[in-house]
């Protein structure tokens, strides 16, 4: 089992729909989680990070972390086309290598 | 400000051939790292270095892999010899440190797509 998980999709959406992207980790330590997004031949931008358990939002959107559950989730509003990327999970303890989920392909049709 | 640099961005080789690629990360950021990324699956760290030190390379399959910061800033990849398993993308990030240690954002290069034949 990998440390984290990740449904690879593929997540098809109309334009405007509500996203929600979701892993599951196993490693208790970890302390921090990441979400990236990765468009098509390009490297990883971190979109949004979290520190233990709680939510956090940043304009459209907002990841949760639930450490009792360990899971992570990440929601999109008002998706837009400009959206459709892989999006990945990410986990650590500080200091230490990032384990990445498989990464979600959404797409995102006008 | 310019981001992680790296070069070649696509590299075709036979088996059996040496390959090496190069990364120069976000200046004034002492943290490097090296990962590879296979096709439908997230980045995979091979090593990480603070400085010229390499601190973490568990993952790095040593018998064919090797690599070196010169000077704490740039660093070079190598594989050889590369076998048809090693196609797969190659992703430089690199990171600041801050103290007391916080969690460091990592900033990704646009990678290095290796097609092994």
């Known amino acids: 089992q990998k440390e984290v998980e990740q449904d690879p999709g593929p997540l098809s959406v109309p334009e405007g729909a509500i996203v929600s992207l979701n892993c599951t980790y196993s490693?208790?330590?970890?302390?921090?989680f990441m979400w990236y997004r990765q468009y098509s031949r390009k490297g990883p931008e971190l979109l949004m990070y979290t520190y233990s358990s709680g939510n956090k939002e940043d304009g459209r959107f907002t990841a949760q972390v639930d450490k009792s559950s360990k899971y992570i989730s990440l929601f999109i509003r008002d998706s837009q086309p400009s959206d459709s990327a892989t999006y990945l999970c990410?986990?650590?303890?500080?200091?230490?290598?990032?384990?990445f989920g498989k990464g979600t392909t959404l797409s995102v049709s006008s | 400000e310019a981001g992680v640099v790296q070069s070649p961005r696509y590299k075709i080789i036979e088996k059996k051939q040496p390959v090496a690629f190069w990364c120069n990360p976000i200046?004034?950021?002492?943290?490097l790292y090296w990962y590879r990324q296979n096709l439908g699956q997230g980045p995979e760290l091979l090593i990480r270095y603070e400085n010229e030190e390499a601190v973490d390379d568990s993952q790095l399959p040593k018998d064919r892999f090797s690599a070196e910061r010169l000077k704490g800033v740039d660093s070079t990849l190598k594989i050889q010899p590369a076998e048809l398993g090693d196609s797969a993308v190659y992703l430089c990030?690199?990171?600041?440190?801050?103290?007391?240690?916080?969690?460091?954002?990592?900033?990704f290069g646009p990678g290095t797509r290796l097609l092994v034949l």
């Open positions: 200046s004034g950021h002492n943290t």
């Open positions: 990030a690199s990171s600041l440190d801050d103290y007391p240690r916080g969690q460091e954002t990592q900033y």
């Open positions: 490693n208790s330590a970890f302390q921090y």
């Open positions: 990410a986990a650590n303890q500080a200091g230490t290598a990032l384990i």
